[in-house]
């Protein structure tokens, strides 16, 4: 009943930012930036909802908690110090001014007007839509899965859970664009906040685990691999270290994540989201990471058939029905925000970076945002169709992050510090 009752008022909620938002939309800054006017907490929300999704409350913390059980901590913490605090100190003001100072409102035009070269604009706009359609897709998956488990719908059906997640998406996004996205972000991380805590809280407690320091004894007395599961460093330190890297460092690529940057109305500002977003990147990715290694414990470490099934099943095992309903929305909350990110910043590389910036220059503002909508929903239709097909949640990840971080990172970093950079190299 509590589940039912906290979904009907998340949705109610947010399509009435959508709503709202709507009004406040007279031109294509104000659908895909805001009007460059967002605030410190809207924008360090946005970052750090945008950062964690279904992706890490499903898909990694279950299942890279099963290989490195405590010490995948270190991942959290990461993302709170590489990619949050870190980012925010390097990438904030000089993203700001640079691209306020070359009028550049997505990555793929930055890169242009940055290296005097159209055929990279072109590319990196094919690239930023192609490769977050399997980003996208997990996200989805992240929440089917969850869906699925918490309401007894037949793992075969969970599609129509993605299918729902999507509409939702889709019409607030549609509606307010990235002013309804920061409205909802800021909500959706209060939501995440509470969730987080709730959720560790009650893992801990349960009879599976029994506290901590009884926790940690019984996943040291697992055969075999009990040792590394208690382990600071686990027993693949290098394989851990890799994947921080690549969930902390390569964020700095991501256009959906630089996007915030563009963004934010002052130096004032940045400054303080930073302190804002590392706090709340420490408390969801600490707190996601700490969950998911008590995930054998939970399962009588019987590995499931599909490692993204390990969460829902200890969330569904350890939390009450009403709490459960509050992390379905924590999960819905992080998925949501990510998604909306994903799915402007893709649109606009096709309908800012590929029609209106080389096809034609000349298009109307209501066409070019009639484009953008138009091509919301494309790019929301694919990733729901690769998201129903039986790819892993960390392999998607994994493929898009990748990509788009190795293609965006150092033509990024060198844009914005070295002056001696161009197009020849």
């Known amino acids: 009943m509590f589940k039912y009752l906290f979904i009907f008022l998340f949705v109610f909620l947010m399509v009435g930012i959508g709503f709202y938002s709507r009004k406040k939309v007279n031109s294509v800054s104000d659908f895909f930036l805001g009007g460059r006017k967002m605030g410190a907490w809207l924008s360090a929300f946005a970052y750090g909802t945008s950062y964690f999704s279904a992706v890490i409350f ?155 320091a009884n926790g940690l004894s019984k996943l040291s007395q697992i055969p075999e ?97 009403a709490l459960m309903g509050v992390v379905i929305i924590l999960v819905l909350s992080a998925s949501m925000s990510t998604l909306s990110s994903l799915v402007l910043v893709s649109s606009s590389s096709i309908a800012l970076d590929l029609i209106k910036g080389v096809i034609n220059p000349d298009m109307k503002k209501e066409r070019v945002m009639l484009v953008m909508r138009s091509l919301c929903a494309i790019f929301i239709a694919f990733a729901v169709v690769v998201a129903v097909n039986p790819n892993a949640i960390v392999t998607l990840m994994a493929l898009s992050w990748g990509t788009d971080a190795s293609c965006f990172l150092a033509l990024f970093l060198y844009g914005l510090y070295w002056k001696g950079t161009t197009n020849s190299g």
């Open 58 to 212: 499903i898909g990694y913390a279950g299942s890279l908690g099963w290989s490195f059980g405590i010490s995948g901590v270190w991942i959290g913490i990461g993302n709170a110090v590489l990619g949050s605090l870190l980012a925010w100190l390097v990438l904030g003001k000089r993203t700001r001014k640079m691209t306020r100072e070359m009028n550049a409102s997505t990555m793929p035009e930055f890169l242009e007007k940055r290296y005097d070269s159209r055929g990279l604009k072109i590319i990196t706009a094919i690239i930023t839509f192609v490769f977050m359609i399997p980003y996208s897709a997990s996200v989805y998956k992240g929440m089917g899965y969850l869906f699925a488990n918490t309401f007894g719908i037949p793992i075969e059906y969970y599609s129509y859970c993605i299918l729902a997640i999507a509409v939702l998406t889709g019409l607030y996004l549609l509606m307010g664009g990235y002013i309804a996205t920061a409205i909802n972000d800021f909500i959706q991380g209060i939501i995440m906040i509470i969730g987080i805590i709730f959720m560790v809280y009650f893992v801990v407690i349960h009879p599976a685990v029994g506290g901590i």
């Open 225 to 321: 691999v009990g040792p590394d599961l208690v382990s600071p460093f686990g027993g693949s330190p290098w394989s851990l270290l890799s994947l921080v890297v690549l969930t902390s460092l390569g964020t700095w690529g991501l256009p959906q994540m630089v996007h915030k940057f563009y963004a934010i109305k002052d130096e004032d500002a940045i400054k303080r989201g930073t302190i804002i977003s590392t706090l709340f990147a420490a408390i969801i990715g600490i707190g996601a990471y700490f969950t998911g290694s008590f995930g054998r414990l939970f399962l009588n470490n019987t590995a499931p058939s599909d490692m993204d099934m390990v969460m829902p099943v200890l969330l569904e095992t350890a939390l009450p029905d």
